[in-house]
């Protein structure tokens, strides 16, 4: 699949909307499936990065990939890798903060991180918008996807400002839950629930797999 590049934002007008980073998170260590990158598992021939990127893309102004290890195994995804920011594999927190702190060096001007999981095949194509939208909308500075009753908390819009406050909760604080952590902070939710569908059907375990490949082949056939 090719990959849709990076848009990087050069000129806003008064009434755009503000520019997003992305950050695809794959820098967990996958216990469950057994170890390695969960993300180069494949459905029907397609990686579960390839499947991320090409829903993320069209979402953001830059798409960037946190990871963590040897970064030669990622030379063939034209996306910038950003590793943990922070030692000992903390979680999607961690990945966050990274992301952040990559913004404030590289992406100056760039006030909303968009976050989503790289296990999670079906998420929502308007996730960005809607959260955006419902952030503004509410004065939040963070905005979290929610469905069927429950936060997900790893596909949410976070105000790039809050990245000093995430260090200190990460380093000194020993936070490490991060809906906990969203909770201390102005925040608002989205309902992304859709009948007969969960968008957020995430892959932890090998059998998952399966069950997302039937998915994905009930989709194609109708």
Do not use: Y
């Not at 499947?51 to 993320?56: D, G, L, P, T």
């Not at 000093?164 to 939710?189: C, F, Y």
């Amino acid at each position: 699949m090719p990959i849709r590049p990076n848009r990087m934002t050069t000129h806003v007008s008064a009434n755009a909307k503000p520019a997003l980073l992305g950050v695809l998170l794959a820098g967990g260590l996958a216990r469950r499936m057994g170890g390695g990158d969960k993300c180069r598992q494949t459905l029907n021939g397609t990686s579960l990065l390839a499947r991320s990127i090409e829903r993320a893309s069209p979402q953001v102004d830059c798409l960037i990939l946190n990871a963590n290890g040897k970064h030669e195994r990622f030379n063939d995804v034209q996306l910038p890798l950003v590793p943990d920011s922070v030692d000992g594999f903390l979680g999607p927190l961690a990945g966050v903060l990274s992301a952040m702190e990559w913004a404030q060096q590289h992406q100056k001007d760039t006030q909303w991180l968009l976050s989503f999981a790289t296990d999670t095949p079906f998420f929502p194509e308007d996730l960005g918008t809607r959260l955006l939208d419902a952030a503004q909308r509410e004065n939040a500075l963070i905005a979290v996807a929610k469905s069927d009753g429950w936060l997900q908390p790893v596909f949410a819009l976070w105000h790039i400002s809050l990245a000093a406050k995430l260090r200190d909760a990460l380093v000194n604080e020993g936070v490490r839950k991060i809906d906990r952590w969203m909770e201390q902070h102005p925040m608002t939710s989205v309902d992304f629930t859709k009948t007969g569908q969960d968008l957020f059907f995430n892959i932890n375990r090998p059998e998952d797999v399966l069950a997302a490949e039937e998915i994905l082949n009930q989709q194609e056939n109708t």
